[in-house]
Nanobody, 124 residues
């Protein structure tokens, strides 16, 4: 059974940086697309970023463009998110997600596998 495991979350001050890594275990194939989503308490899930390994195309939510960068290793089914200039509004549980077939989209309904989530807190 495929498992996605996030690491790298924690507490950071406003303006600081944090990196997230998602690693897949138990896979026998490569995902076409992997991405990151987040959900703050009382709010709906939001697509943050995704990467399509076929053409390396990426997409970002408007709220994180210019601050976050996604990258990954298709052969290892890993995805990385570098988060800079973090603000309190970025505080949320961040989830790694993957889909076996499909383009890079920021709609969670398309994804086949999900991690358990990791907390990112931006506070002074």
């Amino acid at each position: 059974q495929v498992r996605l495991v996030e690491s790298g979350g924690g507490l950071v001050q406003p303006g600081g940086s944090l990196s997230l890594l998602c690693t897949a275990f138990g896979f026998t194939f490569q995902f076409q697309t992997m991405g990151w989503f987040r959900q703050a308490p009382g709010k709906e899930r939001e697509g943050v970023s995704c990467i399509h390994y076929g053409d390396l195309s990426t997409d970002y939510a408007d709220s994180v463009k210019g601050r976050f960068t996604i990258s990954g290793d298709n052969a290892k089914n890993t995805v990385y998110l570098q988060m800079n200039s973090l603000q309190p509004e970025d505080t949320a549980t961040y989830y790694c997600a993957a889909l076996t077939e499909g383009l890079c989209v920021l709609a969670g309904d398309f994804y086949d596998y999900w991690g358990q989530g990791i907390q990112v807190t931006v506070s002074s």
